[in-house]
């Protein structure tokens, strides 16, 4: 059996589940790195500076989120920077 596919929202490449981390977005609008927590969430490559700024400038986190809140992804890009 092969392992689950998903597609980054930075490069737009498919890899496997375990190359990639998830992204999700609570009830309240709390963005936090989950792979269990329910909600849209979106898939990013791991330790990837270039996917963490293409998914930014392409807005790839609005569309994973379905939503349009650039305060919201300004805040979300200096915490995602600062983990790293």
Same mark, same amino acid.
């Given at each position: 059996? &092969? ?17 990639? +981390? ?11 790195? &989950? #792979? %269990? ?10 330790? +990837? ?7 930014? +400038? %392409? ?7 379905? &939503? #349009? ?7 979300? #890009?200096? #915490?995602? %920077?600062?983990?790293?």
């Amino acid at each position: 059996m &092969s392992a689950p596919i998903r597609t980054c929202v930075g490069c737009r490449s498919r890899r496997e589940q375990s190359t990639l +981390s998830r992204y999700v977005r609570d009830d309240a609008g709390v963005v936090r790195a &989950s #792979r %269990t927590d329910a909600g849209r969430g979106a898939w990013i490559c791991t330790n +990837s500076s270039v996917c963490l700024d293409k998914a930014f +400038s %392409t807005r790839g986190f609005d569309r994973a989120f379905a &939503s #349009r809140s650039s305060n919201k992804n300004t805040n979300l #890009r200096n #915490r995602l %920077t600062m983990a790293k």
